[in-house]
């Protein structure tokens, strides 16, 4: 698809006037989107496939418009500027955010996500419980009879809860941050939550979703440097407790990704559970 579908252009029309250009842009994996300039402004317009059956990164309109409008003017994400949710049509606009899709400055990531889990998540979205047992249950969820071949690298259930729930991104992969003259932002707000702030910690840092958006992993020092840029140590530590378990996770949903035809998550799962075995091998290579 290069150009919007008839509502979409309408809706254009509608909210931002005559388009001078409409450019539809790479990289969303759910989500159609465009670049429209209009009134010597550019803007995004994103709308939403019908796609409610993710286990793990839901797509929903409705949390994205609440996340936006509770960051606005946070300097952690784009300006909401106008919603469509009504005679079937999901789409939002916002500001267009110039700058690079991330790529190598880890403290940039480390202190927007830091602001991020600082403020002050918004009524009405989604909670997600928190612990191991929580992670043990989704693993179980994708993996299906292929839960034997990671449960062997899981450590004994460590479930303190020693850190508050906070606003979460929720999918916070390289793809979704944008490096500004001025910082980074996070963009593609279509899943945000509240829960563990190590869940968002541990898909930034997975080396899957790292493989699939930047084309190579993060080294252990780039992930212990996020960590100590991130600045909380109770935090730091829940998500080394806990990091066996993302992995399983992650691995089990690349599979599953695979089940639903996605080719470029075999090599992905490979990656991760590669790295869930280095955990419980350290001197594995």
């Known amino acids: 698809m290069t150009q919007p579908p008839k509502e979409i252009l309408k809706l254009i029309a509608d909210e931002l006037g005559e388009a001078q250009s409409i450019k539809q842009l790479s990289g969303g994996r759910t989500n159609s989107v465009w670049r429209v300039q209009a009134q010597s402004r550019v803007y995004v317009c994103k709308y939403f496939a019908n796609c409610t059956n993710n286990p793990i990164f839901p797509n929903s309109p409705r949390d994205e418009i609440t996340a936006l409008n509770a960051l606005k003017g946070a300097g952690i994400a784009p300006h909401l500027f106008a919603v469509r949710t009504r005679s079937n049509i999901r789409a939002v606009i916002y500001e267009f955010i110039d700058g690079s899709i991330w790529s190598e400055d880890i403290d940039a990531v480390s202190k927007l996500m830091k602001k991020l889990h600082q403020f002050p998540p918004p009524n009405g979205l989604r909670k997600v419980p928190m612990g191991a047992g929580n992670?043990?249950?989704?693993?179980?969820?994708?993996?299906?009879?292929?839960?034997?071949?990671?449960?062997?690298?899981?450590?004994?259930?460590?479930?303190?809860?020693?850190?508050?729930?906070?606003?979460?991104?929720?999918?916070?992969?390289?793809?979704?941050?944008?490096?500004?003259?001025?910082?980074?932002?996070?963009?593609?707000?279509?899943?945000?939550?509240?829960?563990?702030?190590?869940?968002?910690?541990?898909?930034?840092?997975?080396?899957?979703?790292?493989?699939?958006?930047?084309?190579?992993?993060?080294?252990?020092?780039?992930?212990?440097?996020?960590?100590?840029?991130?600045?909380?140590?109770?935090?730091?530590?829940?998500?080394?407790?806990?990091?066996?378990?993302?992995?399983?996770?992650?691995?089990?949903?690349?599979?599953?990704?695979?089940?639903?035809?996605?080719?470029?998550?075999?090599?992905?799962?490979?990656?991760?559970?590669?790295?869930?075995?280095?955990?419980?091998?350290?001197?594995?290579?």
């Open 135 to 285: 992670l043990i249950n989704q693993i179980k969820l994708l993996s299906g009879k292929k839960f034997h071949e990671l449960e062997k690298f899981l450590p004994q259930i460590v479930d303190s809860q020693d850190v508050a729930p906070v606003f979460m991104h929720g999918d916070p992969v390289a793809g979704n941050i944008v490096q500004t003259e001025i910082g980074a932002r996070f963009i593609d707000w279509q899943c945000p939550a509240i829960g563990d702030p190590c869940e968002d910690i541990a898909i930034f840092l997975s080396s899957a979703m790292q493989h699939l958006y930047r084309g190579k992993e993060l080294t252990r020092a780039q992930q212990k440097e996020f960590l100590n840029q991130y600045g909380n140590a109770r935090v730091s530590h829940r998500y080394l407790q806990l990091e066996p378990f993302f992995r399983a996770r992650m691995t089990a949903y690349c599979w599953w990704k695979l089940e639903q035809g996605e080719a470029e998550y075999k090599k992905a799962a490979e990656i991760e559970l590669s790295g869930l075995k280095n955990l419980s091998n350290p001197n594995t290579k």
